[in-house]
C-alpha cells in the first residue's frame, strides 16, 4: 500500500473546523499562494530606497537563500525598487521569507511594515503586471523595465515553473499594452526628445551628428544616437579625456572644444548639451560659416544647454531648436501617456483574468494526471475482460457491454464511496456542498464546450 499522503496544512488543519479548512488549503493554492513584498519610489523616499536597495549580487544571493529553503522566489532589484516574489506552500513560508528578506536588505524584521508593501495573489500579480507596464515607474511608460524583469527571470533559476508562468505572464503583459496603446509613445526626456526629433528630419544612418558635452545630458543624448546606428557620431568636450572616455564606450570619435568651428562645418546636425559657458559655444559666424559651405544640406542644431550655448540665428537651410520648445515637447508626451493610463489597466485587467485560468489549471494538473491515469487503468482491464467474455461466449453483445458499463461504474465509484463511508475524511455540511458541485449533483451539468 502507497504511503499516505501528509496534509503540508496539518499544523493548522487540526486546530481549524471543518469549514475553515477549504479557506485554509484555498490560501495557498493557484494565484492565491503568489506572493510579493516590495520597497519602491512610492512607498519610501530616495533616499531611503537607495540605502536598502539590493544589486545584482544581493539579490541573488537573496534568492538561493530561498531557494536552499525550499522556497521558490523570483527577485527584481532595479534603481526605483527592489521587490521580492515567491510562491507560498504553507503558512510558515511567508514568516521565513520576511525574515530573510529583511536581512538582506539589512532590517529588522520588525521595521519592515512602514518599508515594504505586502502583497498576495491577484494584488501581487497586478502589482508585477502594472511594473512591467510601466505604470510603476519614475517615467510614465518607460520601456527598460521589460528588459530588467527579463534579465531578473533569467538570473533566478530556482523561480519554478509557476513563478516563471506569472512572470512571462507579466512580459506579455507589458508588450501588449505597448502594443495596443500609446504608454509609450514620445519620450520624457529633452534629450530623447531631441533625439527623436533628429531621427525625424534625416536617415540618422548615412549622418554625421556633433554632440557638444560629454555630461549626463551629453551622455543620454550620445547614448541615444548610438542606440539608433548613427553613421559618425563625434564628441566634442572641453575636457578631450572625457570626451574619449565616453567615445570608447559608443565608438564614436572624440575631440576638444578647439576644432568645434571645424566639426559643426562637418556635421549634418549638432546637439549641444554643455554646461554654461561665458559665451557661446556655437555663435553666428561658425553657423554662417558652416551654411555658406553646405551646397544646400541642411544643417539641424538642437540646443540643449542652458543657458543656451548655441547663439540664435536664421539662415536659410540650418533649423534650431531650442530648449523650450523640446520641454514643450516633453510635457505634451507625457500628457499623452497619462491619458492612455485607463487603457492600459484595461488591459491588464484582461490578462489578469487569463492568469487566474492559467493558474488554476496548473493547480489542478497533477490531480487530474493522476485521476486519468487511474481510470484509464481500469478502463483497460474492463475493456479486456469484456472483449474476452464476447471470444469465449454466445451471449448477445448487449448483454456484455451492460456488464462492462456497471462494472466501470462500481470501481470508479467504489474507493471514494468506501473512503465517505469510513468516515476517513470530513463530511459537514461544506464538504457535502462541495462535492454536490464538484460532480454536479441536483443542478444542471456544467458545459464542457
Not at 152 to 168: I, K, M, N, T
Request: hydrophobic content about 45%.
Amino acid at each position: 500500500m502507497a504511503d499516505p499522503v501528509t496534509c503540508p496544512h496539518q499544523d493548522t488543519c487540526a486546530v481549524l473546523p471543518a469549514h475553515a479548512r477549504f479557506q485554509q488549503a484555498a490560501a495557498f493554492s493557484g494565484l492565491a499562494a503568489l506572493r510579493a513584498l516590495t520597497v519602491t519610489h512610492r512607498r519610501v523616499d530616495l533616499s531611503t530606497l537607495q540605502s536598502l536597495s539590493l544589486g545584482c549580487e544581493p539579490a541573488m544571493r537573496l534568492h538561493d537563500d530561498l531557494t536552499a529553503q525550499g522556497i521558490e522566489s523570483f527577485v527584481l532589484a532595479t534603481c526605483n525598487r527592489t521587490e521580492l516574489y515567491w510562491r507560498a506552500d504553507v503558512p510558515r513560508d511567508d514568516e521565513t521569507v520576511r525574515e530573510t528578506f529583511a536581512a538582506r536588505i539589512g532590517v529588522p524584521p520588525a521595521s519592515l511594515a512602514p518599508l515594504a508593501e505586502w502583497l498576495s495573489g491577484e494584488d501581487a500579480a497586478g502589482h508585477l503586471f502594472r511594473v512591467c507596464c510601466g505604470l510603476e515607474s519614475l517615467v510614465l511608460g518607460e520601456a527598460e523595465i521589460l528588459g530588467q524583469v527579463r534579465a531578473a527571470l533569467e538570473a533566478c533559476s530556482g523561480a519554478g515553473r509557476f513563478l516563471q508562468g506569472v512572470v512571462q505572464a507579466a512580459l506579455r503583459t507589458g508588450r501588449l499594452a505597448r502594443a495596443e496603446t500609446a504608454i509609450g509613445s514620445g519620450a520624457l526626456s529633452v534629450a530623447s526628445t531631441a533625439v527623436q526629433w533628429l531621427a525625424g528630419q534625416q536617415p540618422l544612418a548615412e549622418r554625421r551628428v556633433l554632440v557638444v558635452g560629454a555630461g549626463d545630458t551629453g551622455l543620454k543624448a550620445a547614448r541615444h544616437l548610438a542606440s539608433l546606428g548613427t553613421g559618425c557620431l563625434v564628441i566634442a568636450n572641453r575636457t578631450r579625456a572625457r570626451a574619449e572616455a565616453l567615445a570608447a564606450t559608443l565608438g564614436a570619435r572624440a575631440t576638444g572644444l578647439e576644432s568645434l568651428a571645424e566639426e559643426v562645418h562637418l556635421a549634418d546636425a549638432v546637439v549641444c548639451a554643455a554646461t554654461a559657458a561665458p559665451r557661446w559655444l556655437v555663435p553666428h559666424p561658425v553657423l554662417r560659416r558652416a551654411a555658406a559651405a553646405r551646397d544646400g544640406r541642411p544643417l539641424h542644431v538642437v540646443d540643449l544647454a542652458m543657458p543656451a550655448g548655441v547663439e540664435p540665428v536664421a539662415l536659410p537651410g540650418v533649423t534650431l531648436v531650442d530648449l523650450g520648445t523640446l520641454q514643450r515637447a516633453v510635457e505634451a508626451h507625457r500628457h499623452r501617456r497619462e491619458a492612455e493610463v485607463p487603457r492600459v489597466e484595461a488591459v491588464v485587467e484582461r490578462e489578469l483574468k487569463w492568469l487566474h485560468a492559467w493558474a488554476r489549471h496548473q493547480a489542478l494538473r497533477p490531480l487530474v494526471s493522476d485521476l486519468r491515469r487511474k481510470v484509464e487503468a481500469i478502463r483497460r482491464a474492463e475493456l479486456a475482460r469484456a472483449q474476452a467474455e464476447l471470444s469465449h461466449s454466445d451471449e448477445p453483445d448487449a448483454s456484455v457491454l451492460e456488464r462492462l458499463s456497471r462494472r466501470l461504474l462500481e470501481q470508479v465509484l467504489a474507493i471514494p464511496l468506501a473512503t465517505l463511508e469510513a468516515g476517513e475524511l470530513p463530511l459537514d455540511a461544506t464538504h457535502a456542498e462541495y462535492l454536490r458541485r464538484l460532480f454536479a449533483l441536483g443542478g444542471e451539468s456544467p458545459s464542457c464546450a
